[in-house]
C-alpha cells in the first residue's frame, strides 16, 4: 500500500487550492497546483522553490522580465503588475538555468516544454468548455513519401461526426507557430472550444480541422548545421526555404490526400481553408498561393505580412505570386476569403509590416479582412480572437 | 520578416542533431534537442546549462540520483551506468529547484510536466510506429453528474473504426497511475502504437481503448486538506477512499454510459475490460470487484496486490471482495481474465505484494496469470510489456 499510496497522495494532497485574499490558481496549473495565481486586477503571482539559489528571475516572453524575490521558507515569488488577458508563455531562470515552473501545464513553445499562465478575459466564454456537444480531437499518423517518415497531426471533428456518418465536412488547415508545434491550436489555443461554441450557436458552419507538425525536412536531407550562422546568411535562408518547401510538398501531396481519402471531407477547393499564426501565416500564403487549385480561404494571423515582405516591407500586387492578386476582380472571385489580423500590442514591426500589408491590398482594391486584437501581443489571446472571428466567414460561399 | 524568421529558426536550428561516438539523441527529446543521448551500452548522458549554479542533481525516480559536473562552457553533464531499456523519467536539481530539463519531451508524473529519457530495447519494435495501420488516439470530453464537472479522457480507437462503421467493438478501460494522468498510456506507454502492431499481427482483437483521469472528487466537495497529515492518518484514508469512490461511480455512472452511447461499443461484460497501473490497478480491482456485472477481464499492472492488502500483506480469498472468489470455479466461470504483473526489478516490497497475491491465488485454485517483466522497474517498460502480454487475451472467450 505505502509506495501507491504516496504516489496517489502527491496526487490529491500535493497541491490542494490555497486562494489567498483575491488571487486564484491559474486554469493552467496541473491538478490543484496553487501556484501561479492571479487576482482580480489580472496580476500573477509566481513562485518557486529554490532554497539554494542565488538569483531566481522570471521571464515572461511577451511581459516582464525581472528578479523574483526570495522569501524566508525557501520559496521565490513575484508578481506581475496587471497583464493582458490570455495565455502567458514563460520561463524561470534559476542560476543561470531557464527552465518550466513545476506548477505549470507544459505548453510546448520556444522548441521545448514551456510554462504558462491563463489570465481570465472578464465575461469572455468563446473559449471555454461551455455547456454545448463537443467534438473531438484526434491524435493521427500518416505516411509522407515527402519525408519519408510516419509524421503526428491532430484534427478536430465537429460534434455530429460520428453521430451523422453520411455528413461530409469542409476542411480548415490551421497552423502554429515558429518554435511551437501541431499541439499548440488546441491546447494554447482552445481551437476545439472555440468551434464548439461557434457550430452550437450556428455561427459558424460544421468543420474538420487539421493541425500538422509545420516542420518537415525531405527525406534523405541531413539536419542543417547553422552553428555559428548569423542571422540572414545564406545557410539561415537556405534552410529555411527548404523547410518551407518540404512543407509545402508534404501538406499537398502526402497530408491532404490522407485526410481527403481518410475522413469525411468535402475534397474540393471552395470546401478548403487554410491559416495559420507568425510562421504558419507565412508558410499559408506559401503553401495557398502556390496551390489557388487547392484552397479559396485563407488566413494570416499576425504573420501575413512577411511572406510579401521579401527583404523589404513592401507588396507589390501586381507582381507578388506570379500576379495572383494581378486582376483584383478576378482574384475576389476566385478566393472567397483573404483575412489579416494583428494584435495593436505586438512588437513595432511586426504590425506595421500587416499595417502595411492592408494599406496595399486597400490601394490595389483587393478584398479582404483586416482585424485588429484590441490590447494584445504577439500571443494566444490575438490568435484565439482571430480564430473567433475568421471560421465564421469560412464556406459561405461554397456552391452547395 | 526577423521575428517570425528567428523564431523558426530556433526551431529548425537550435539543436540539430550532435551524435557523437556511439551516443545518440534521445528518441524522447524535443525536436532535435541533441541531448540527453544514449550510447550503444545504454548509458544516458544528461546535460544541463546551469553557468550560476553552485550545485546541479540528477534525480532518476528508478535510477541514480547524483551530482552533475560542471564544464567549463556553463553546462553541467552526468552520464549514467548502463541502464535498462524503456522509459525514465527524471528531473534536474538546479540549487535546491526540482524542474524539468528543457530538452526532453515533458510527461506528466509526479504530479507534474516531468522529464524522461527513452533507452531502447534492441531488437524491439512492438510499441514502436511500425508500418502498419495506425489507430487514432481521440481527446474526449465527457459530463460527469458525479463530479459535477466536464472530463476529459483519451480514447483509442482501431485502425479500421472510420472505414468499416457497423462493425463494433469491445472496450477495455486503462487506468494511468498515481501521479500520473490520461496522457500517460500513450504518451509514455505507447498503447496505441503496441495495440496498432497487435491488430496488424492478427495477435489482439480489434478494440476500443478508453483512459480516463483517474482523479475524482465529487460534486461540492472540497479539496482535502492534508497539510501536516502523516501517511496513514485517518484523514489520508479518507481522502483516498473519497477519491477511489468518486473515481468508481464517475466511471460506471458517467463515462461507461457515455462511450457506450457514443462510439461503436459492443456493450456488455463479455466484451469490457478494465487494467491499470500501480494506483490504476488499484482502481481496477475496485471498480470491477464491485461491478462484475459490467466488466468479465481484469489487470492489476504492478498494482493489483494493494487492494487485496489492507493493513497486511495476506489476501483470505474466501472473504475479500464479499467472497467473490470464494468458489474458484464459478469465479473463473464469471471472469474471464484475471491477469497480474510486476517488474522483477521492482522495489522488494511491490515485488513481494504481487508475489504474495500470486501464491494466495494459487492455494485457492484461483486461475490467473502472472507475468514478471525481466529487469524493469517501476517504470512504463514493465507496463508496456504487461499491456502486450495482456492485449491478445482479451475477448478471446466472448460469446460471439
Same mark, same amino acid.
Given at each position: 500500500?505505502?509506495?501507491?499510496?504516496?504516489?496517489?497522495?502527491?496526487?490529491?494532497?500535493?497541491?490542494?487550492?490555497? %486562494?489567498?485574499?483575491?488571487?486564484?490558481?491559474?486554469?493552467?496549473?496541473?491538478? %490543484?497546483?496553487?501556484?501561479?495565481?492571479?487576482?482580480?486586477?489580472?496580476?500573477?503571482?509566481?513562485?518557486?522553490?529554490?532554497?539554494?539559489?542565488?538569483?531566481?528571475?522570471?521571464?515572461?516572453?511577451?511581459?516582464?522580465?525581472?528578479?523574483?524575490?526570495?522569501?524566508?521558507?525557501?520559496?521565490?515569488?513575484?508578481?506581475? #503588475?496587471?497583464?493582458?488577458?490570455?495565455?502567458?508563455?514563460?520561463?524561470?531562470?534559476?542560476?543561470?538555468?531557464?527552465?518550466?515552473?513545476?506548477?505549470?501545464?507544459?505548453?510546448?513553445?520556444?522548441?521545448?516544454?514551456?510554462?504558462?499562465?491563463?489570465?481570465?478575459?472578464?465575461?469572455?466564454?468563446?473559449?471555454?468548455?461551455?455547456?454545448?456537444?463537443?467534438?473531438?480531437?484526434?491524435?493521427?499518423?500518416?505516411?509522407?513519401?515527402?519525408?519519408?517518415?510516419?509524421?503526428?497531426?491532430?484534427?478536430?471533428? #465537429?460534434?455530429?461526426?460520428?453521430?451523422?456518418?453520411?455528413?461530409?465536412?469542409?476542411?480548415?488547415?490551421?497552423?502554429?507557430?515558429?518554435?511551437?508545434?501541431?499541439?499548440?491550436?488546441?491546447?494554447?489555443?482552445?481551437?476545439?472550444?472555440?468551434?464548439?461554441?461557434?457550430?452550437?450557436?450556428?455561427?459558424?458552419?460544421?468543420?474538420?480541422?487539421?493541425?500538422?507538425?509545420?516542420y518537415a525536412r525531405r527525406?534523405g536531407q541531413p539536419a542543417p548545421n547553422l552553428a555559428g550562422k548569423t542571422f540572414g546568411s545564406p545557410e539561415m535562408r537556405k534552410a529555411i526555404q527548404d523547410m518551407m518547401s518540404a512543407f509545402e510538398d508534404?501538406?499537398?501531396?502526402?497530408?491532404?490526400?490522407?485526410?481527403?481519402?481518410?475522413?469525411?471531407?468535402?475534397? %474540393?477547393?471552395?470546401?478548403?481553408?487554410?491559416?495559420?499564426?507568425?510562421?504558419?501565416?507565412m508558410?499559408?500564403?506559401h503553401?495557398?498561393?502556390?496551390?489557388?487549385?487547392?484552397?479559396?480561404?485563407?488566413?494570416?494571423?499576425?504573420?501575413?505580412?512577411?511572406?510579401?515582405?521579401a527583404g523589404?516591407?513592401?507588396?507589390?500586387?501586381?507582381?507578388?505570386?506570379?500576379?495572383?492578386?494581378?486582376?483584383?476582380?478576378?482574384?475576389?472571385?476566385?478566393?472567397?476569403?483573404?483575412?489579416?489580423?494583428?494584435?495593436?500590442?505586438?512588437?513595432?514591426?511586426?504590425?506595421?509590416?500587416?499595417?502595411?500589408?492592408?494599406?496595399?491590398?486597400?490601394?490595389?482594391?483587393?478584398?479582404?479582412?483586416?482585424?485588429?486584437?484590441?490590447?494584445?501581443?504577439?500571443?494566444?489571446?490575438?490568435?484565439?480572437? %482571430?480564430?473567433?472571428?475568421?471560421?465564421?466567414?469560412?464556406?459561405?460561399?461554397?456552391?452547395?
Amino acid at each position: 500500500m505505502r509506495l501507491i499510496g504516496l504516489a496517489m497522495l502527491i496526487a490529491i494532497s500535493c497541491c490542494f487550492a490555497q %486562494d489567498s485574499g483575491d488571487f486564484k490558481s491559474a486554469s493552467s496549473n496541473v491538478l %490543484d497546483a496553487p501556484y501561479p495565481r492571479v487576482d482580480g486586477s489580472s496580476r500573477v503571482e509566481i513562485r518557486l522553490k529554490a532554497p539554494d539559489a542565488t538569483k531566481v528571475r522570471v521571464n515572461f516572453w511577451s511581459g516582464p522580465k525581472a528578479d523574483m524575490e526570495k522569501q524566508a521558507d525557501g520559496f521565490w515569488t513575484f508578481t506581475t #503588475p496587471p497583464m493582458a488577458p490570455g495565455l502567458h508563455y514563460y520561463t524561470v531562470i534559476v542560476d543561470g538555468a531557464e527552465v518550466s515552473d513545476p506548477g505549470s501545464t507544459a505548453y510546448f513553445g520556444g522548441s521545448k516544454w514551456a510554462s504558462a499562465v491563463e489570465v481570465p478575459e472578464p465575461g469572455t466564454t468563446y473559449y471555454m468548455p461551455e455547456n454545448v456537444p463537443h467534438g473531438q480531437v484526434r491524435e493521427i499518423w500518416y505516411y509522407s513519401k515527402v519525408t519519408g517518415t510516419w509524421r503526428h497531426a491532430l484534427l478536430y471533428t #465537429p460534434p455530429a461526426y460520428d453521430t451523422q456518418p453520411k455528413e461530409r465536412y469542409p476542411v480548415l488547415y490551421l497552423q502554429h507557430g515558429g518554435g511551437e508545434d501541431e499541439s499548440g491550436w488546441t491546447r494554447q489555443g482552445k481551437a476545439n472550444f472555440i468551434l464548439d461554441n461557434l457550430i452550437a450557436s450556428a455561427k459558424a458552419k460544421p468543420m474538420i480541422i487539421v493541425m500538422a507538425n509545420g516542420y518537415a525536412r525531405r527525406a534523405g536531407q541531413p539536419a542543417p548545421n547553422l552553428a555559428g550562422k548569423t542571422f540572414g546568411s545564406p545557410e539561415m535562408r537556405k534552410a529555411i526555404q527548404d523547410m518551407m518547401s518540404a512543407f509545402e510538398d508534404d501538406m499537398t501531396q502526402a497530408l491532404i490526400p490522407f485526410i481527403d481519402s481518410t475522413f469525411r471531407t468535402i475534397p %474540393d477547393r471552395d470546401h478548403r481553408a487554410m491559416a495559420g499564426l507568425s510562421m504558419g501565416g507565412m508558410q499559408t500564403f506559401h503553401v495557398t498561393f502556390d496551390h489557388l487549385e487547392l484552397f479559396s480561404y485563407i488566413g494570416g494571423f499576425s504573420g501575413a505580412a512577411n511572406v510579401f515582405a521579401a527583404g523589404n516591407d513592401k507588396l507589390d500586387t501586381k507582381t507578388a505570386f506570379n500576379g495572383a492578386m494581378a486582376d483584383p476582380y478576378a482574384f475576389g472571385k476566385r478566393v472567397h476569403l483573404l483575412w489579416i489580423g494583428v494584435g495593436t500590442d505586438e512588437p513595432e514591426r511586426m504590425k506595421e509590416g500587416i499595417q502595411q500589408l492592408h494599406a496595399a491590398l486597400e490601394r490595389a482594391n483587393i478584398q479582404h479582412v483586416f482585424y485588429e486584437s484590441p490590447g494584445t501581443n504577439h500571443e494566444w489571446q490575438t490568435w484565439r480572437r %482571430d480564430l473567433n472571428d475568421f471560421a465564421p466567414r469560412l464556406f459561405q460561399q461554397a456552391s452547395n
